[in-house]
């Protein structure tokens, strides 16, 4: 069963725009990770957070993470044409490492 | 280094055929994952190796589908009786296992099923 939530399901914005993506879950977690997917094939890695963490950087990505009302946000600064994807939260329920994704938000970036 | 690898990229079948996919994790990688990403179901967790423990299958559909891991690394995922729901790309992932690890995803196979 899915377990992340993202919204919106469908993001388009012009280049250099910022994107916020949301996740929410339901159940204790230890991490929380962001992954990309182009062309509906195989998933990128972008960002992992930890449940005793709250906010992280790595590059143009930001994620924020809020235990306590079970939720995530991926926010791209200053959007490119290439990074129109999907993008997917994952959660690991509470320390299994098999992940559990949400459906995505397809985010389209216009030139 | 090279990546996690899968093959076939597309097979196509006909319903009631067994099939296999093959998995090539990142050398090193103690654990590997199988998922399954349909449009009705978004991605699923499939099956689960790590080392030399019993895997975790409790994401297989049905008992039509099996998966092994020969000598700790490549694996083979089988379905047999193929259904036509069973059409999905069928993703493999590895990682160095453990807590807060990220997991390195292949490519995929495109599974149809006519």
């Known amino acids: 069963s899915q377990q992340g939530e993202e919204d919106p399901q469908a993001l388009s914005i012009q280049e250099g725009e910022n994107a916020t993506m949301n996740c929410s879950y339901k159940?204790?977690?230890?991490?929380l990770q962001w992954y990309r997917q182009n062309s509906g094939r195989g998933l990128v890695h972008l960002i992992l957070i930890r449940s005793n963490e709250r906010e992280k950087h790595s590059g143009r990505l930001r994620v924020t993470l809020d235990t306590s009302k079970k939720s995530s946000s991926l926010l791209i600064t200053a959007s490119r044409a290439a990074d129109t994807a999907s993008y997917f939260c994952?959660?690991?329920?509470?320390?299994?490492?098999?992940?559990?994704f949400g459906k995505g938000t397809k985010l389209t970036v216009n030139p | 280094g090279a990546g996690v690898s899968q093959s076939p990229s597309n097979k196509v079948t006909e319903k009631g055929k067994d099939v296999e996919l093959r998995c090539d994790p990142i050398s090193g990688h103690t654990a590997l994952y199988w998922y399954r990403q349909s449009l009705g179901q978004g991605l699923e967790f499939l099956i689960y190796?790590?080392?030399?423990?019993?895997?975790?299958k409790s994401g297989l559909p049905s008992d039509r589908f099996s998966a092994e891991r020969t000598g700790g690394s490549v694996s083979t995922l089988t379905i047999q009786r193929t259904q036509q729901e069973d059409s999905a790309v069928y993703l493999c992932?590895?990682?160095?296992?453990?807590?807060?690890?990220?997991?390195?995803f292949g490519p995929g196979t495109r599974l149809t099923v006519t």
């Open positions: 992932a590895s990682s160095l296992g453990g807590k807060d690890r990220e997991q390195y």
């Open positions: 190796f790590q080392g030399n423990s019993a895997p975790d």
């Open positions: 994952a959660t690991d329920q509470g320390g299994s490492e098999k992940l559990v």
């Open positions: 159940t204790s977690i230890n991490n």
